[in-house]
C-alpha cells in the first residue's frame, strides 16, 4: 500500500499559479501510473491528470494547455503546475495511485487532499 501527501494548495487570484506536490511512500511509484484529481463542494470527484510510468500525460479537456503533471522518480514526489488558474478550479486536489502502469483503471490508493482556492 502507497502513501500519499499532498502539499502546495493555497489561495490565489484568477490568473494566477500553483504547484502541488505528491510524495509518495512506497516502491510501486516508479512503476506505476500516478493522478490528480478533484473535488469541488456539492460536484463529484473528477478527473484532472495522469501520467504513466513512462512519462506519457493525460489531461482532462477543462485543463489542457493549462496544467502540466510530471514526476520525480528519485525523489518519488508527483507534481501537477498550474497555471492561468480560473475560479472554477477551486477543489479539494486529490492525489492518486494507479495499480498499473497506465490510468487505465480506478487508482487504488488516495491522499488526503490539498485545498485550491482561485478567487476572481
Known amino acids: 500500500q502507497v502513501q500519499l501527501v499532498e502539499s502546495g494548495g493555497g489561495l490565489v487570484q484568477a490568473g494566477g499559479s500553483l504547484r502541488l506536490s505528491c510524495a509518495a511512500s512506497?516502491?510501486?511509484?516508479?512503476?506505476?501510473?500516478m493522478g490528480w484529481f478533484r473535488q469541488a463542494p456539492g460536484k463529484e470527484r473528477e478527473f484532472v491528470a495522469a501520467i504513466s510510468s513512462g512519462g506519457s500525460p493525460y489531461y482532462a479537456d477543462s485543463v489542457k494547455g493549462r496544467f502540466t503533471i510530471s514526476r520525480d522518480k528519485p525523489e518519488n514526489t508527483l507534481y501537477l503546475q498550474m497555471n492561468s488558474l480560473k475560479p472554477e478550479d477551486t477543489a479539494m486536489y486529490y492525489c492518486?495511485?494507479?495499480?498499473?502502469?497506465?490510468?487505465?483503471?480506478?487508482?487504488?490508493?488516495w491522499g488526503q487532499g490539498t485545498q485550491v482556492t482561485v478567487s476572481s
Open positions: 512506497g516502491s510501486i511509484f516508479s512503476r506505476n501510473a
Open positions: 492518486a495511485a494507479y495499480p498499473a502502469s497506465s490510468p487505465t483503471i480506478i487508482p487504488s490508493s
